[in-house]
C-alpha cells in the first residue's frame, strides 16, 4: 500500500501562488507516474498536472499551462505543485495520485491507483 498526503492548500487573493505538496508513505518503491487533479464544487474531478517515474517528462492541462509547474523529489517521496498567477477558477480541492503502472506521465484517472484525501485551494478575487 501507499499513503499519499497533500499539505499547502489555503485562501489565497488572485493572482497570488501557493505551493502544494504530497508525501508518499509505505510502498513507495512501486510508484511511478503522479500527479495531480481537481475536483470544483459541482464540476468533475479533472487532470492538472503529471509527472513521469524520473520527472524527465512533465504534462499539464491547458488551463495551468505556464502558471503551474509539477515536480518530483524521489529521494523525499515527494511530489510538489507550485503554482503561481491563480486565478478564482483555480479554486477546487486538489488531489495528488499515484500509479503503479504508467512510467510515463498519464492524464487518465484510471491509470493511477493511490490518491490521497485532498487539500482545498480558494482563489478570491
Given at each position: 500500500?501507499?499513503?499519499?498526503?497533500?499539505?499547502?492548500?489555503?485562501?489565497?487573493?488572485?493572482?497570488?501562488?501557493?505551493r502544494l505538496s504530497c508525501?508518499?508513505?509505505?510502498?513507495?518503491?512501486?510508484?511511478?507516474?503522479?500527479?495531480?487533479?481537481?475536483?470544483?464544487p459541482g464540476k468533475e474531478?479533472?487532470?492538472?498536472?503529471?509527472?513521469?517515474?524520473?520527472?524527465?517528462?512533465?504534462?499539464?492541462?491547458?488551463?495551468?499551462?505556464g502558471r503551474f509547474t509539477?515536480?518530483?523529489?524521489?529521494?523525499?517521496?515527494?511530489?510538489?505543485?507550485?503554482?503561481?498567477?491563480?486565478?478564482?477558477?483555480?479554486?477546487?480541492?486538489?488531489?495528488?495520485?499515484?500509479?503503479?503502472?504508467?512510467?510515463?506521465?498519464?492524464?487518465?484517472?484510471?491509470?493511477?491507483?493511490?490518491?490521497?484525501?485532498?487539500?482545498?485551494?480558494?482563489?478570491?478575487?
Amino acid at each position: 500500500q501507499v499513503q499519499l498526503v497533500e499539505s499547502g492548500g489555503g485562501l489565497v487573493q488572485s493572482g497570488g501562488s501557493l505551493r502544494l505538496s504530497c508525501a508518499a508513505s509505505g510502498r513507495t518503491f512501486i510508484t511511478r507516474a503522479m500527479g495531480w487533479f481537481r475536483q470544483a464544487p459541482g464540476k468533475e474531478r479533472e487532470f492538472v498536472a503529471a509527472v513521469s517515474w524520473t520527472g524527465s517528462s512533465l504534462s499539464y492541462a491547458d488551463s495551468v499551462k505556464g502558471r503551474f509547474t509539477v515536480s518530483r523529489d524521489n529521494a523525499k517521496n515527494t511530489l510538489y505543485l507550485q503554482m503561481n498567477s491563480l486565478k478564482p477558477e483555480d479554486t477546487a480541492v486538489y488531489y495528488c495520485a499515484a500509479s503503479t503502472t504508467q512510467a510515463a506521465t498519464t492524464t487518465l484517472e484510471p491509470h493511477y491507483n493511490y490518491w490521497g484525501q485532498g487539500t482545498q485551494v480558494t482563489v478570491s478575487s
